[in-house]
């Protein structure tokens, strides 16, 4: 008997428009600073049609401004012209080889953009933005509808299937839709239908003008997240107008990027902002889209069977793996290298003006490089010393390659430091690393030893061709008086479980680790315990962050209404700034909301003097201070755990030595993957 279809719904065909796709997905747009073409459009098809080869039904392209206003930076990517037109060509050549297809996206960015010319609907500005937009005249407005629809026919040219107008995340389009920046007295502001009137008008126009052959995709703002936001029967009212005026499908985002509550980010539960897209899904004719934290199929499925949508929208986990549908569709999503929502090596990068890449696949946005490294000359027997995230990435890697691998650990299980980071709350993603390469292993033949600690003897009588020490890092221990006293924890005694904290914590070093910790600490709230189950973890989110589901209010914003903790907890640095500044550009302001929300207390400018029954004694910018804690945890960073590489030297022995036991300073997983397997490429 044949097994049932995996994800039936999903990987099921759809009609958009005049066109069909050939299953459910939409590999979302987002920017990935490959679309500069100053830097190639080679690239950029190559990262594109290596998704469109793995089976995304649908792609977006990262926004192109249509005239100069609307650029985002000075060198952000634009189609104004016919020459660049037919630079992008490339583009849906590629994808079109490989049986996709791909529609460019057209964004203004208004009093988001960083440019001198920045307009706006009013001379509102943002507050992530410290310029101030032009009010653009009635005839400015016509003009720029003008310069979306020119820029859809450009993309036609092009050769894509269509555009996506950007309408949400509080872009351009946003600025008009909503009284929030809008106080015009013309025809597009004042009554909704005046708000509305641009992006209608923008829809209809390129409808005119390109026929039914182009697919139009509107991305409408099903959440605004902000005050002065609109309601639900506001999102409705345009999703329906959207549709009136010619689109063939609505896509959904959700929040402004001036919105204090995270919609993308780990903490984030799957699928939190389900509810609006079915709101809205029930009131339109044309499919719909729903996007946002949805990283494997199961969740995705369960969502389009349940019919609260019709396509699933996922920009991040095509990132993190170009094969996921051909992974699903072979029955085996549990060998897709899931997207863990960390932004590190996505957001993050492009934050900080780098190409974006992957955190669990540092090949992303790298296609053409990692395709271009030589295959290897001969089948080698590789030892890999250590199953953290460097190791596994390496094991895995060569294995890949053609190499026989044998994977050492010493711990009964693979991951490593991984394992204490899926020990802390909302970071639960992590899990599903640790499970993709458990499975890669198995896939690629890999022998794994586990709880084997080989000495360097041993090693060498085995006579393997290379071997790779990856053994990690140790905790550092600082020189404070009473270090062995039995309040003192460390932080992976704390987060393996094999050390419990009490209800008054201070805990040492404000790095990463220690804001992962206090997380830990502060999650058990004092209603009940334990955290909420599955299915109300959305609705704990919600209430965290104000997010409402009643439909008449603007925004969907209340007052946020955090649990209130078990513990009290202090966390502490030596140095004088505030803590926080070493996490992630786009994920670390949540957390420090979260944690502040959560009642944390944190103290800078502390020299640590000693720990006794009283609690921790230190100084605060030279005062004493004394805090009376029950545990004192201590997260003051790690040291090379190199010593194998040592001892291998001593038997004449050259290891390659990679991820913390090569430098432990400023390592995470991000480092550890892309240094595993950069070297597993070379080998
Ligand atoms: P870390 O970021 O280096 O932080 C160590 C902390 O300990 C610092 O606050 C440091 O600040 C303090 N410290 C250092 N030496 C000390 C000493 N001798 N005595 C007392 N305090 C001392 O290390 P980590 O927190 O262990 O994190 C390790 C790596 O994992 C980092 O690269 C981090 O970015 C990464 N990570 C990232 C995340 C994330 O969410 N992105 C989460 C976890 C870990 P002062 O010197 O000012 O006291
Ligand atoms: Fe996902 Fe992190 Fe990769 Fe970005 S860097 S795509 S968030 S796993």
New binding site residues.
Partial sequence: MNAPPAFPTLLSPIALGAHTLRNRTLMGSMHTGLDNLDRGVERLAAFYAERARGGAGLIVTGGFAMNLEALLDDHGPQLITPEQADALRPIPQAVHAEGGKILLQVLHTGRYGKTAQLVGASSIPSPINRRVPRTLGTAEVWRTIEDFVNCAELAMRAGFDGVEVMGSEGYFINQFTTTRCNDRTDEFGGSMANRHRLPVEIVRRTRERLGARALIMYRLSALDLVEGGAPAHEVIALAQAIEAAGADVINTGFGWHEAKVPTIAYLVPRAAFRFAAARIKRAIGIPLVISNRINVPEVAEDILAAGDADMVSMARPFLADPDFVRKAAAGRPDTINTCIA?N?ACLDFIFTNRPASCLVNPRAGRELEFMQMPAPTARRRIAVVGGGAAGLACAVTAAERGHQVTLYEAAPHIGGQLNL?RAVPGKEEFHELVRYFGTRLDQEGVQVRLGQRPAAGELAAAEFDRIVVATGVRA?R??IQGLDHPKVVGYAELLSGRRQAGRRVAV?????????VAEYLLHEVADGGSPPAAEDEVSAFLTEWGVTTAPEVPGALQPPQPPRSLRSVTLL???PEKPGR???LS?GWALRARLEQRGLQTLSGCS?ERIDDAGLHLRVNGEARLLEVDTVVI????ESENALAVELRGVGIQPDVIGGAELA????ALRAIDQGTRLAMAL
Avoid: K, N
């Fill in positions: 960390c590190q980071a550092r600082p020189g040492i070093g404000a790095g990463g680790i220690g804001f992962d640095q030596r140095r070493t996490l992630g994920t640590y997260c003051a960073g790690q300073s400023e390592l995470d």
